[in-house]
């Protein structure tokens, strides 16, 4: 990517996102805590405004990636949302974790993408 990261602030922020929804995304895989999803929905709220307005290679190149993020986090709101139960039952869970996996890899991707591991 031939984007500049020194004095590129958005950039510098999107990276910051990334750093932040991996640790959202780590921190749900080992505890379950649901109340993590408010945050990450934060996150990857404002991941979405900058790379979605971004024209710079540095945007473009990870779009595929940013749509598994941004997909498989929608369809964990979605399942959260439809959940019927006071508590999730098996089926939700399984798929809650699959989604969050899909988010954490298409993250490790981009962060690789971007040669910071």
């Not at 979405?48 to 929608?74: L, R």
């Not at 369809?75 to 089926?91: C, G, P, W």
């Amino acid at each position: 990517m031939a984007t500049e990261l020194e004095g590129n602030e958005k950039l510098q922020r999107f990276i910051q996102l990334l750093a932040d929804l991996n640790h959202q995304s780590v921190e749900m895989i080992k505890t379950g805590n649901m109340e993590l999803l408010y945050a990450m929905n934060d996150t990857v709220e404002e991941m979405y405004s900058i790379q979605h307005e971004g024209t710079e290679d540095a945007y473009t190149a990870i779009e595929e990636d940013a749509q598994i993020i941004y997909k498989n986090f929608n369809a964990m709101i979605t399942m959260v949302q439809s959940n019927e139960n006071e508590k999730l039952d098996t089926a939700t869970v399984n798929a809650l974790k699959k989604f969050l996996h899909n988010i954490f890899d298409a993250n490790v991707r981009i962060v690789i993408a971007y040669g910071l591991a």
